[in-house]
């Protein structure tokens, strides 16, 4: 699809969105009036309202990037977003009900309309994502493809397009070195130029090996004197173990090799405006069942309720964590964990812990920033040290706070389990992070709450 059409694409799909909304407010005054004696007519007033809510909410919807072409995208991505989009008109609509029209039934119009707009832009998005992917697999919008070069990143990437048939691409063949034998080969470089008039390929994909980087240059003026769009797979691409990140310092490209959603301003505020609702949400309901710990770990033995101890947080600094107290004071508390028969335990801190109750003040680590309720747990100081030598990739856990829940958690990977995996689920989760993976976490973690093992280590 051409430029053009992929605007005209757009703007289409951004009209009917504006219908989609506009009809659903309409809708929604059409309801509330057959119960309401506080609405007008629905007419000019309600038409004027619908209009300027149907612009904002499009509006919002081109900031959120719901309007992309990308090929890579995905469906709960999207969905997420629609979710974000519609989430913020809500709240503005209201707000703005209760400042300018200060009239009951109206905050009924916004919730029936918000409702109706997005169950059914949902089901549009679905639709037509599935439509699209459905098209790439029959071949009717298929992108043609040269690969050239004959380095492991290009068969990497032609097996990448063979596993997810719903891209749209197919690989026509590569262009190599004379010396070099890759399987469908079309010619060398200095044929380039004659097999992409030959082939009219959609778009060619370079990946050179490091030796071949002196053909860089004719190959792409080749590919922009044919008006071919050229990408560029680096021969460096396996050190890239995320997402990475291309700025720019003057006209010069720098590659962030370990970039992560976290790392935008944006994604950060949200993670941090659900840290603080779910923290201040929990603290309150979860309070009579800390008044409970409280007394029970006073009376359970001596010493203070709140165990304090020092963790390992975000950029490898070090804070201080809150627990209820579960053993009996000791030396070593900071040295050693703990097993299912420790004799440190005492008969209620063995039920707090077995019920994680005794995590519950770290919720106040969450509200006062050192944590988060989902990421990496936080390690003790001695054990970071001792990780970081054997597990190469430990310390990417800290680019991120640590969370009191986490996806290594959920799949049951802490206590005498295996420090590798735990790692590899940490970094999973910090590379691909989202709200939706954030919720996702938080509500399955009260069902693996219970049956925690636990080792000792000296």
């Known amino acids: 699809m051409g430029q053009q059409q992929k605007t005209l694409a757009h703007v289409f799909s951004a009209f009917c969105d504006f219908l989609i909304n506009l009809a659903s407010i309409l809708t929604a005054f059409v309801i509330v009036k057959q119960f309401s004696t506080e609405l007008d007519s629905v007419g000019g007033t309600a038409v004027a309202i619908s209009c300027v809510v149907a612009i904002l909410t499009v509006a919002i919807y081109f900031i959120l990037d719901l309007y992309s072409s990308k090929v890579f995208i995905k469906l709960h991505i999207q969905i997420l977003k629609i979710t974000i989009a519609q989430a913020l008109i809500f709240a503005v609509v209201f707000v703005a009900c209760a400042i300018f029209l200060q009239k009951n039934d109206y905050y009924f119009v916004v919730l029936i309309s918000t409702a109706i707009s997005y169950l059914v ?21 298929e992108k043609r493809v040269i690969i050239v070069g004959s380095s492991p990143a290009g068969e990497e990437y032609e097996i990448q397009l063979n596993e997810n048939k719903h891209y749209g691409y197919s690989v026509i063949g590569y262009v190599a070195g004379p010396k070099k034998t890759v399987k469908n080969k079309l010619g060398t470089y200095s044929q380039l130029d004659k097999i992409i008039r030959e ?6 994909v370079i990946a050179l090996e490091t030796r071949e980087m002196h053909n860089l240059q004719h190959i792409i003026e080749i590919c922009d004197r044919n008006g071919t769009r050229a990408v560029i ?18 006209n010069m490209p720098i590659i962030n090799t370990r970039a ?42 001596k010493g203070p309720v709140i165990f304090k101890q020092r963790r390992v947080g975000r950029n490898n600094e070090e804070f201080t964590m809150y627990k209820f107290r579960s053993m009996r004071v000791n030396e070593m508390s900071d040295t050693a964990w703990t097993t299912n028969e420790d004799k440190r335990k005492t008969r209620f801190g063995t039920f707090l812990r077995k ?16 944590m988060s309720i989902v990421g990496p747990r936080p ?26 829940t986490g996806l290594a958690q959920i799949y049951g990977y802490r206590g005498n389990t295996s420090i590798e995996r735990r790692i590899e689920l940490d970094i999973k989760y910090i590379e691909s992070w989202s709200i939706y993976s954030d919720i996702k976490i938080i509500l399955i973690t009260p069902f693996k709450m219970f049956n925690r093992n636990e080792k000792y280590v000296k």
Do not use: W
């Open 121 to 141: 832009i949902v089901i549009k998005k679905i639709i037509t994502i599935k439509f699209i992917h459905y098209l790439r697999i029959a071949k009717i919008r």
């Open 199 to 204: 082939q009219h390929p959609h778009e060619v």
């Open 233 to 250: 797979i680096p021969s460096l691409y396996k050190y890239f173990k995320s997402k990475c990140q291309v700025d720019m310092i003057g």
């Open 260 to 301: 992560i959603p976290l790392d935008s301003a944006v994604n950060a505020a949200m993670k941090r405006a659900l840290d603080i609702v779910v923290s201040l949400v929990m603290i309150i309901l979860t309070s009579p069942i800390m008044i409970f710990a409280f007394i029970g770990v006073r009376l359970s033995s």
């Open 355 to 370: 019920t994680g109750i005794d995590e519950l003040p770290q919720l106040f680590n969450v509200l006062f920033g050192t």
């Open 379 to 404: 390690e003790l100081p001695k054990f970071v040290e001792e990780y970081s030598k054997t597990i190469p990739l430990y310390k990417v856990k800290h680019q991120v706070k640590p969370g009191i």
